[in-house]
């Protein structure tokens, strides 16, 4: 019991947000001070483990609510800190740089607290979850990633298909555009499919796309309507900044990997080796398991307290901030990763 509430590590982002919300001067940095200096430090300093679960520790653990509460408890921890981070921002004295430092904790925020969980809940079978998931994707701006991450990414990862998988010696600014612009088209025509599927008409309530339209465009005028034109524009820049967080953190996670394509025409089934995994602990427990994604991948319905770290999976260097930071300089990116991925490749 007391190792899994480990987990409650998760709450640092929003604690240190809250730090930055009610600050001034450097301390409005708190979150990224926090989130790429502090924890990729703890990653060098602290040993990862690995656990692996037998049948009856896994059925423990998958009917151990206190594991779901968690992934709940973001969604009023992400809201309330949103409201008093906008309020602050538009009704307190604040410099350009303690503006950028409270604008880029909420970014983080959002990254970590909000499409994270959302993505974690978004596989499971419960309406209810796939209802909550769908409410922390409002505030990024991204509805529209649970259609195209569940029934597109995970259908086309590691082939040309999939443009949330980036290609060998692809930048990070490159696959932004790539990803963000296709991703969201593909959403649409996944929509369709769906719809032609269950015979409804395009203009229907079943539309789901639609209704992410409205549901956002909601979202925004009440931001607007509360805080006015600034509160709106603050709203609009930490949502860019969170599905940015997503889209390099989706390029770390499939750089350069690819799927084999069958005498049939289709390609092979995914494997664990189709996705980076990285096994440093406090990336690991911050993000709930996230890190571990060749097993997500593997068996995307898994839970994140039953996620493994596959041996066999190819692994990052460093954790997931570290990854990140490298990953904003391509030249410096490449020059680690490229030879890692060829040896892969090669195998």
């Known amino acids: 019991?007391?190792?899994?509430?480990?987990?409650?590590?998760?709450?640092?982002?929003?604690?240190?947000?809250?730090?930055?919300?009610?600050?001034?001067?450097?301390?409005?940095?708190?979150?990224p001070?926090?989130?790429?200096?502090?924890?990729?430090?703890?990653e060098i300093l602290m040993k990862d483990y690995d656990t692996q679960y037998d049948d009856d520790q896994k059925n423990k653990r998958l009917s151990?609510?206190?594991?779901?509460?968690?992934?709940?408890?973001?969604?009023?921890?992400?809201?309330?800190?949103?409201f008093f981070g906008f309020y602050n921002l538009t009704n307190t004295s604040l410099m350009v740089y303690e503006k950028i430092g409270i604008l880029s904790s909420l970014g983080i925020l959002l990254a970590t607290n909000a499409i994270n969980v959302a993505h974690e809940l978004g596989h499971r079978k419960s309406q209810t979850e796939r209802t909550l998931s769908k409410i922390l994707y409002i505030p990024c701006l991204y509805m529209h990633f649970y259609i195209e991450h569940n029934f597109g990414h995970h259908k086309n990862v590691a082939t040309p298909q999939?443009?949330?998988?980036?290609?060998?010696?692809?930048?990070?600014?490159?696959?932004?555009?790539?990803?963000?612009?296709?991703?969201?088209?593909?959403?649409?025509?996944?929509?369709?499919?769906?719809?032609?599927?269950?015979?409804k008409r395009f203009i229907s309530f079943q539309n789901d796309m639609l209704w992410y339209l409205i549901i956002q465009f909601i979202?925004?005028?009440?931001?607007?309507?509360?805080?006015?034109?600034y509160g709106l524009l603050?709203?609009?820049?930490?949502?860019?900044?969170?599905?940015l967080f997503l889209e390099t953190i989706n390029y770390i996670e499939h750089y350069g990997l690819v799927r084999k394509k069958l005498k049939s025409g289709?390609?092979?089934?995914?494997?664990?080796?189709?996705?980076?995994?990285?096994?440093?602990?406090?990336?690991?427990?911050?993000?709930?398991?996230?890190t571990r994604h060749?097993?997500?991948?593997?068996?995307?319905?898994?839970?994140?307290?039953?996620?493994?770290?596959?041996?066999?999976?190819?692994?990052?260097?460093?954790g997931y901030p570290t990854s990140i930071l490298l990953a904003l300089f391509p030249p410096l990116w490449f020059k680690i990763i490229n030879p890692k991925l060829k040896l892969l490749l090669k195998q």
């Not at 151990?64 to 992400?78: A, E, K, Q, R, S």
């Not at 603050?234 to 599905?243: G, L, N, R």
């Not at 664990?272 to 690991?284: A, D, E, P, V």
């Open 1 to 31: 019991m007391l190792n899994d509430l480990k987990y409650l590590f998760a709450y640092t982002i929003p604690l240190s947000t809250f730090v930055s919300i009610f600050s001034d001067g450097i301390l409005t940095f708190a979150t």
């Open 33 to 42: 001070i926090y989130a790429f200096i502090l924890v990729p430090i703890l």
């Open 64 to 82: 151990n609510h206190l594991f779901d509460i968690l992934l709940y408890l973001n969604i009023p921890f992400v809201f309330v800190l949103l």
């Open 162 to 199: 999939d443009p949330a998988t980036s290609k060998f010696n692809q930048s990070v600014y490159s696959f932004w555009v790539t990803s963000i612009s296709k991703g969201y088209f593909n959403a649409w025509r996944v929509q369709k499919k769906i719809l032609n599927r269950s015979k």
């Open 219 to 229: 979202y925004l005028y009440s931001i607007f309507f509360i805080f006015d034109f």
């Open 234 to 243: 603050y709203a609009i820049i930490v949502a860019i900044q969170s599905f």
């Open 266 to 290: 289709r390609y092979e089934r995914v494997q664990t080796h189709h996705s980076w995994n990285s096994n440093h602990i406090i990336g690991r427990i911050v993000l709930y398991e996230l």
């Open 294 to 318: 060749s097993d997500h991948h593997f068996k995307s319905s898994k839970k994140y307290q039953i996620l493994e770290n596959k041996k066999d999976s190819p692994q990052l260097p460093f």
